[in-house]
């Protein structure tokens, strides 16, 4: 005797065992830069490590996005067009076995408000970094950068970078000065300094983050708006800026952000 089975069109999985849900990640991402100028970036994958059975089709706000690069495994859908700030999107992936939503806002512009460009923070000062508060937003990561010349208690000059990568809920962060100078340090020279502020809308970038993708998909997918970056002074002016500009302090944070999906 000879059975006979037959499946539905893609979505309907019962117990299909080759089912497996596609992992989603990407970003809304608005960036004021230092010279004032503004970026725009939209960037989703939809990610099956066994391989896409159909190509994707990915929706924001009902219009579709358009696949920038393509494996056998993912699918890169992106552009650069503008992405007004406290506005809802609603993130749609089609693929062979159903869909995958997400709701976002994007967090509303908002900006630095200290320290001022012209600061010159001195080697027993706290480092107080303050912003206005960004609407819609769930969360801020803030990051630190100084690099400065000293002279230890031999009389020897030397360099000396702090980093700080932090999560935030509050509007402002400080940094007391046994954290930014080392006992080492005996009689700080000259360098400078950069605080940049991300507002975050969806699972924050730190362990435990529960996907914000739902449906027959999963994934982390967030809405970041980002000000311009402050730059200022440690013990004097330098001569040059030392500390990376917004665009590599930028890409190191779309690092951490996609780090949270293995690649296939």
């Known amino acids: 005797m000879l059975f006979l089975a037959c499946h539905g069109a893609g979505g309907q999985t019962g117990l299909n065992p080759n089912y497996k849900e596609p992992m989603v990640w990407g970003y809304l991402l608005k960036v004021e830069y230092y010279d004032r100028s503004i970026e ?18 990915v929706l924001l706000n009902g219009r579709q996005v358009e696949v920038c690069s393509y494996s056998p495994t993912m699918y890169e859908y992106g552009d650069a067009c503008e992405i007004p700030a406290y506005e809802k999107y609603e ?29 010159v923070l001195g080697r027993e000062s ?17 990051s630190i950068y100084a690099d400065y010349d000293y002279r230890d208690s031999t009389g020897s000059w030397d360099n000396y970078t702090f980093t700080l990568d ?14 930014v100078f ?11 300094a950069l605080v940049t502020v991300w507002a975050g809308y969806g699972p924050a970038v730190e362990p435990g983050d529960v996907a914000n993708v739902r449906g027959t998909a999963t994934g982390f997918v967030n809405a970041i708006n980002e000000p311009r970056e402050t730059y200022f002074y440690v013990g004097a002016p330098s001569l040059a800026r030392r500390v990376p500009d917004g665009r590599t302090v930028l890409a190191r944070f779309k690092a951490r952000l996609r780090s949270r999906t293995p690649l296939p």
């Open 126 to 142: 706290t480092l107080v970094s303050t912003w206005r508060a960004a609407r819609a937003a769930q969360w801020y990561w803030v």
């Open 40 to 57: 725009y970036d939209k960037d989703f994958e939809v990610i099956d490590y066994d391989g896409l059975r159909m190509v994707p089709v």
């Open 91 to 119: 993130l749609e992936v089609r693929h062979y076995w159903g869909s995958g939503f997400c709701h976002l806002v994007m967090p509303g512009d908002f900006r630095l408000t200290a320290p001022p460009d012209d600061y």
């Open 182 to 192: 080392p006992s080492f340090v005996r009689e700080l020279l000259a360098g400078d």
């Open 166 to 179: 932090t999560l935030v809920n509050d509007t402002g962060i400080e940094v007391p000065p046994d954290r």
